[in-house]
């Protein structure tokens, strides 16, 4: 009896001993984060995740921990997301241009059509002091709660996509539905190509392009594979190139400001890290992309220089319109026009020594 007792004693000091080993694993973190994306584990968008989870839980040593939720478990689109930003339930959020514009209307310029050229003018401007300029004004017009943290990408470009014909110039767009999200801007440059925009959920896009209540949309390669379109009489896409697919990454800035500036400096390098993931994977994924889409009966056209040219003077109203109807639209207009020429002007002198 006295044996039992000693050996009921014994399992239970090694029974809380155990316990307290893992309550203090759990708790070994100074700083937890709670990091969500509205997408899938096949997207660009968690791809940079587990970059930024594996970077910043390695280079703190511990001292921050990254919980992943991937898709709606936390927040279910852009406006909810932030406000729960904002309120402190989130720590790390990700949105697009549109799903931030109604509250942060300016954020729209990153979808000005044809102002960023390429990859590597997008992914330098996007680096630099456009970036900073921006998270100012996202922390004065969130009362210092949402600090924007870095722009990546999420898709590659967007280009003109239909189920009836091959678009060649703005012309062939004429009197097609085109889906675009509710925001104002890409509606804008829909109606300047003269289609007819038609907001769309993007679940309920598939079942649009097979009843007809769309007829194309504005998208990147990836997502359209990735939501089996062709299935759905997705056929043609025109490569124009009409705007770089711009991911904003958001922190919560009291969780922020309240590290230490080491693990501040961890934080910032890890959102730099994620920022070159998004950045590379888009690249990658599209060429799987395009084989398929074409192995799927899809045709794709690329616009010649001058068809190209075509498309940037019929989007001049859109630019027109956001100067006239986004508060500053101005400024931010210039201010992107002002980052991307400084680029070009830097791989220009890059090519003079690299060419020779």
Request: some cysteine.
């Amino acid at each position: 009896m006295i044996k039992t007792k000693i050996f009921k004693r014994t399992i239970s000091s090694v029974m809380v001993a155990a316990a307290m080993v893992l309550s203090m694993g759990a708790s070994a973190a100074d700083f937890n984060l709670r990091a969500t994306a509205n997408s899938n584990e096949n997207d660009e968008d968690y791809d940079g995740l587990v970059v930024f989870k594996d970077y910043v839980e390695s280079h703190s040593n511990g001292r921050i921990a990254v919980d992943l939720f991937i898709g709606t478990q936390l927040c279910a689109n852009g406006t909810e997301c932030l406000q729960a930003l904002e309120d402190g339930s989130v720590d790390v959020y990700i949105s697009t241009s549109g799903g931030a514009a109604n509250m942060y209307p300016y954020v729209q310029v990153l979808d000005l059509p044809y102002l960023l050229t390429d990859d590597r003018v997008a992914e330098a401007v996007l680096e630099g002091n456009f970036t900073r300029e921006m998270r100012k004004a996202i922390l004065a017009d969130s009362g210092d709660k949402v600090r924007l943290m870095t722009i990546g990408n999420t898709g590659g470009w967007r280009n003109f996509a239909n189920t009836k014909r091959t678009v060649k110039t703005p012309t062939d767009l004429k009197g097609l539905k085109i889906r675009t999200v509710v925001a104002d801007l890409p509606q804008e440059l829909v109606k300047a190509m003269g289609a007819s925009p038609t907001p769309i959920p993007w679940p309920e896009l598939f079942t649009s392009f097979q009843t007809g209540i769309v007829e194309g949309s504005k998208n990147g390669i990836t997502d359209i594979m990735g939501m089996k379109f062709p299935e759905a009489g997705l056929k043609y896409v025109t490569l124009d190139g009409h705007a770089y697919m711009s991911a904003l990454w958001y922190m919560n800035n009291d969780s922020f400001k309240k590290m230490p500036e080491d693990m501040r400096k961890v934080i910032v390098d890890g959102f730099s890290a994620l920022q070159q993931a998004t950045f590379a994977s888009p690249k990658r994924k599209s060429i799987q992309a395009y084989a398929d889409f074409k192995a799927n009966g899809g045709e794709i056209y690329v616009p010649t220089p001058e068809q190209k040219m075509m498309f940037q003077k019929s989007a001049e109203p859109v630019y027109t319109w956001f100067k006239g109807n986004v508060k500053d639209g101005q400024k931010w207009f210039d201010l992107l026009k002002s980052e991307t020429a400084k680029v070009q002007s830097s791989l220009e002198v890059s090519y003079k020594s690299d060419l020779n």
